[in-house]
C-alpha cells in the first residue's frame, strides 16, 4: 500500500458528483477519483491513500461497515474522512452512528469552507 496522499477519493453511489467535482478542482492538491461503490473505493485506496475521502448521497449509504472498512483501510496515514448529505434530507446523521466519519457537510458546500476542508485534511495527513 502506498502513503502518497496525493488525491481526494469521492465515494458517490449516485452518478452525482459532477457538481462536487467542479468545485473540488478549485481546491485539492493533487488528483480527485471517483468511485462509484465501497469496494471500488476501498480497491484505489489499496492501491494509494488519498488525504481525504468524501462520502457522497444520503446517509443511508454509510453503513457503519462501509465506514469501518474505509477507516481500517486508511489507518493510521491520517486520512480525513467525511460524509456530505443534502440539505433537504428528512433527517440528518447522528455523529454517534457514524464514529468513524471525521465531520458532516450539507449540501451546497461554500467554497470557503471547501478551502478549509482540504487546507485541514492535507494538514492532518501530513502529521
Request: hydrophobic residues 45%.
Amino acid at each position: 500500500m502506498n502513503s502518497s496522499s496525493d488525491y481526494v477519493l469521492l465515494l458517490d453511489h449516485h452518478c452525482g458528483a459532477n457538481l462536487m467535482v467542479q468545485s473540488l478542482s478549485n481546491q485539492v492538491v493533487g488528483s480527485i477519483y471517483v468511485a462509484y461503490s465501497a469496494d471500488q473505493a476501498v480497491a484505489r485506496i489499496e492501491q494509494s491513500i488519498p488525504y481525504l475521502v468524501i462520502l457522497s448521497g444520503t446517509h443511508k449509504n454509510w453503513p457503519p461497515a462501509l465506514v469501518d472498512r474505509l477507516r481500517e483501510t486508511v489507518k493510521p496515514l491520517g486520512t480525513t474522512i467525511v460524509a456530505l448529505t443534502k440539505s433537504h434530507e428528512p433527517s440528518w446523521p447522528v455523529q454517534e452512528e457514524h464514529p468513524g466519519v471525521d465531520g458532516f457537510l450539507v449540501e451546497p458546500i461554500s467554497q470557503d469552507v471547501l478551502h478549509l476542508l482540504v487546507k485541514s485534511a492535507v494538514a492532518k495527513a501530513i502529521l
